[in-house]
């Protein structure tokens, strides 16, 4: 079982940025497809954004366009997410997710499609 790690998380002033990061313990993941979901209190949890297994390949929720970047660095088996213009829809609960492509070369936005998951972290967003 593969193991993710999130962390970056934490209280940040509306407008603001914050950068989480997730760590994954095993070295294939430069093989996998990566991907950040928004898990708001009491909703379910939301796509944001994914990232092919290269990089080369990045989409987004239409609500993070423009404000949020996702990146990676194989090299140290991490998955980034440069949230910026923060507002307090953006609290809650991010999850990073790994995605084992099977053949197909679509890196999904839906979380079913996903095989590993971390624990998530806490972003609170204050107005």
């Known amino acids: 079982q593969a193991q993710l790690a999130e962390t970056g998380g934490g209280v940040v002033q509306t407008g603001g940025s914050m950068k989480l990061s997730c760590v994954a313990s095993?070295?294939?993941?430069?093989?996998?497809?990566m991907g950040w979901f928004h898990q708001a209190p009491g909703k379910e949890r939301d796509f944001v954004a994914a990232i092919s297994w290269n990089g080369g390949s990045t989409s987004y929720a239409d609500s993070v366009k423009g404000r949020f970047t996702i990146s990676r660095d194989n090299a140290e088996n991490t998955v980034y997410l440069q949230m910026d213009s923060l507002e307090p829809e953006d609290t809650g609960i991010y999850f990073c997710?790994?995605?084992?492509?099977?053949?197909?070369?679509?890196?999904?936005?839906?979380?079913?499609?996903?095989?590993?998951w971390g624990r998530g972290t806490q972003v609170t967003v204050s107005s």
């Open positions: 095993r070295r294939t993941f430069a093989t996998w497809n």
């Open positions: 997710a790994a995605h084992v492509p099977t053949g197909g070369s679509n890196v999904p936005e839906t979380r079913y499609d996903y095989d590993y």
